[in-house]
């Protein structure tokens, strides 16, 4: 059938190379372990391969212009499970036949993920994006996967592949082969531990020399930046060779996702080494929040960055960047908790609770969370005195109050309140303290006029953190008892609960 599958994909006859394709890699899945267990035909298994590496990389653009290449992809899955299940010296024999196929498949599979030209792409439906999209998220399963039987070597070859690209003065390269090799190189970084891989600090070093003219190119150079975040996080030096592309990223629109996203885990993983860019760090995302560039859910997530950031910080640097950051959105609050209730005013104040308290789920200064093989050696002196994020809760609090007793009967508003004292007690635990009896109170007299979910939820959250702490008793256990006498009152009159408690 080769000749045919040949001729079929030369003279665009699509039905018969799908079909063709459907046959060879059916007869590859199935039999791969009997067609290797037969050495002494293993040419012609070979040129089954081989046919079948010929179906991944059939000319066209998935899924326009075919929809062959992914038929084959779990071929290559079950070939190499295959081949790595016997035993050595067997194994040694076809990994030396096969690694130069997967090495040769690592190409073909690249060749596929690259986006078509600008021009080519502005044509495509929205349904044909994404399922390039998925395509290539499979083509990155495979890289993947791949690089357990290819090991270092495969990124060596990515690298020295993107080196030669991006150093060529022969002629100008397109973006979108570019786009491809760091994204085979990100497909890895994602999942596999590549702290002690040689070629990262010369991909470091290379990745500003990318000149980026477009969006998905310099999505995915965000993207593999993340990736290798915890790399930087053992070599610091080499954090601002890529922090600056970070940043101004941050103040497009269309990479939101990635640069937000990255800039979250450089601050997760390098908070220690952050100090020196923090003033920076927060003032391009105070801009970018102020201007409202991003989503809500980008938003949420540059404020759990800060949170990581300022986490590092000396007290007082946090107290004053807290300032600065939280000051305008406290203004606006109050502003709102003046106003007659209505549904814009809500998404507005569920927005500002929502950016506290994603702020107040990271911001911890006695990094209960860190798990950091290096953190012991970087940890701070385990700072006096309250802890800032108490510190913002308490003269916040009064104005938190205003809020409820507007919004008291509306679920969502009461939700995005308790969750901000849901994420401060899970991330401060001990220091959370201080809050203790003002916030017992205000949920007993909230659950007492409008009894709500969230409400019973918080009150679990502070009996499972002091049940340990008699000193707090008190003021949880009068909760506790206020609670649970409302609850039973419903339930003896048969009334269902708002918020969803059945």
């Known amino acids: 059938l080769q000749e045919q599958l040949r001729q079929a994909v030369q003279g665009g006859d699509m039905e018969t190379s799908h079909g063709i394709c459907r046959i060879a890699v059916a007869l590859g899945e199935n039999h791969s372990r009997a067609l290797l267990d037969q050495v002494q035909h293993w040419e012609s298994f070979l040129a089954l391969v081989n046919m079948i590496m010929f179906c991944t990389g059939i000319p066209g653009h998935y899924p326009v212009n075919e929809t062959t290449s992914s038929l084959t992809l779990t071929f290559w899955y079950t070939l190499q499970d295959d081949i790595l299940s016997f035993e050595p010296d067997k194994q040694a024999v076809y990994q030396q036949v096969y690694r130069p196929v997967y090495f040769q498949l690592v190409d ?12 080519e792409y ?14 290539r998220v499979d083509i990155s399963d495979t890289l993947m996967y791949v690089y357990e039987m290819l090991g270092a070597e495969l990124l060596s070859s990515l690298y020295d592949k993107l080196g030669r690209l991006l150093t060529s003065t022969d002629q100008p390269s397109s973006w979108q082969h570019t786009e491809a090799l ?19 600090p010369g991909l470091i070093g290379l990745i500003p020399r990318i000149s980026i003219s477009n969006v998905q190119l310099a999505d995915t150079v965000m993207f593999t930046i993340g990736a290798l975040s915890e790399w930087l996080a053992d070599h610091p030096v080499m954090i601002n060779n890529v922090l600056p592309l970070v940043l101004q990223a941050l103040g497009n629109p269309e990479l939101s996702i990635s640069s937000v996203s990255t800039l979250k885990k450089i601050c997760r993983e390098c908070k220690y080494d952050l100090p020196p ?17 991003h989503k809500t859910s980008q938003c949420m997530w540059l ?26 959105y406290i203004q606006q609050l109050e502003k709102l908790a003046d106003e007659t209730p209505n549904p814009s005013n809500k998404l507005a104040i569920i927005h500002i609770l929502g950016l506290l308290s994603n702020l107040f789920t ?9 798990d950091h093989e290096n953190t012991e050696v970087k940890k701070l002196p385990v700072p006096q005195g309250p802890n800032p994020v108490v510190v913002v809760l308490q003269q916040v609090f009064q104005l938190i109050q205003k809020v409820l007793s507007k919004w008291l009967n509306d679920a969502q508003v009461v939700e995005s309140v308790c969750a901000i004292f849901e994420k401060s007690v899970k991330t401060l635990l001990d220091d959370f303290a201080p809050m203790v009896p003002q916030l017992c109170e205000m949920l007993g007299q909230m659950y007492s006029t409008i009894p709500q979910a969230s409400a019973l939820d918080l009150t679990r959250q502070l009996v499972h953190i002091f049940a340990h702490e008699p000193a707090h008793f008190p003021p949880i256990k009068a909760l506790f008892l206020l609670v649970t006498s409302v609850t039973l009152t419903l339930f003896q009159q048969g009334t269902a609960l708002p918020g969803g408690v059945p």
């Not at 860019?277 to 560039?293: F, G, H, W």
């Not at 300022?310 to 000051?327: F, G, Y």
């Open 108 to 119: 073909v599979l690249l060749h596929k993920a690259q986006f078509p030209s600008d021009e």
């Open 122 to 135: 502005g044509f495509w439906s929205s349904d044909e994006k994404e399922q390039f999209r998925i395509y």
């Open 182 to 200: 760091l994204y085979g190189f990100q497909s890895i970084a994602e999942t596999i531990d590549v702290n002690y891989s040689d070629v990262v």
């Open 277 to 293: 860019y923090a003033a920076n760090i927060v003032a391009v995302s105070q801009d970018v929040l102020m201007k409202q560039i």
């Open 303 to 328: 404020m759990q960055a800060l949170g990581f950031l300022l986490s590092a910080l000396q007290v007082e640097e946090i107290l004053k960047n807290l300032h600065s950051l939280i000051t305008p």
């Open 362 to 370: 990271t911001l911890d200064i006695s990094h209960h969370d860190d």
